[in-house]
């Protein structure tokens, strides 16, 4: 078959019956699926693996980095249950990839990418793709952004071996963050953070996930 994107669209919903039991969700939003039709993933995948592009697979984007599976693009959003008018932030910019996909569904996306080399060629590639609504800042994204805070959601899509309390204090209440949590280089849970309205946090883990780790500096790792 040839490979397309209706054919990354046709794995992403066959994989979400496989998974409803754990996610809760037999399908994900039309709307989240809508955005994953309108953005080209070969337009972020490296030039050596555009034949893969539409692959339900993670890939290396350099680095040791990559760009996360279709299916984790879909759910991560769909979880989060952004709205038109939302501001959302994301942790891990890679390729950029999840960030055009938020871009779609949400009012303004800032996210935070650790490595120079990456947030510089993510930068450029939302601008030549004329994503206007995305904001890319270079640096560690432990701590936030709290100059744009608080946000309507946060995705983190890199595994941290604790919940950061600096992006829980970025959240809105009645938001709601995405997170890897558990231990680097192996599985980790995915952990869904809701913001009640009276400021109290409820998590529930989802399902197992594998991501490359957050960095954290010696001094994030302590607080
Ligand atoms: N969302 C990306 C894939 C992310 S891979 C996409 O759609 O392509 C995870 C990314 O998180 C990597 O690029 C890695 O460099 C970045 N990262 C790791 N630790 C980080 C930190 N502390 N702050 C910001 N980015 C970090």
New binding site residues.
């Given amino acids: 078959m040839h490979k397309n994107q209706e054919y990354m669209l046709n794995t992403i919903r066959q994989e979400a019956k496989f998974t409803a039991s754990y996610t809760g969700r037999e399908a994900f939003d039309e709307r989240v699926m809508q955005a994953m039709q309108r953005v080209n993933r070969k337009a ?1 995948v490296s030039a050596d693996n555009k034949d893969l592009a539409f692959e339900n697979s993670p890939l290396p ?1 350099g ?1 040791g ?4 599976q279709p299916y984790m ?1 879909a759910l991560m959003t769909d979880l989060v249950d952004v709205k038109p008018e939302s501001v959302v932030m ?12 938020l871009s779609q569904l949400v009012r303004q996306v800032y ?5 120079p080399e ?1 947030a510089e060629s ?1 930068r450029q590639r939302l601008k030549i793709l004329g994503y206007e609504n995305i904001e890319v800042r270079c ?4 701590h936030g952004w709290k100059e744009k805070a608080p946000f309507d959601a946060i ?1 983190v ?2 595994a941290a071996t604790h919940i950061p309390q600096s992006l829980v204090d970025q959240l809105k209440p009645g938001a709601r963050m995405v997170i890897p949590i558990g231990l680097p280089q192996m599985y980790q849970e995915l952990m869904l953070v809701a913001k009640g309205k009276g400021g109290t946090t409820h998590t529930d883990a989802v399902m197992s996930v594998s ?6 500096g010696d001094n ?1 790792e302590k607080q």
């Fill in positions: 972020f984007i680095h980095q990559t760009i996360s693009v994301e942790i891990g910019t890679g390729s950029g990839y999840q960030a055009a996909v996210t935070v990418e650790k490595i990456l993510a640096g560690s994204g432990y995705i899509t890199a991501f490359v780790p957050l960095v954290m994030e």
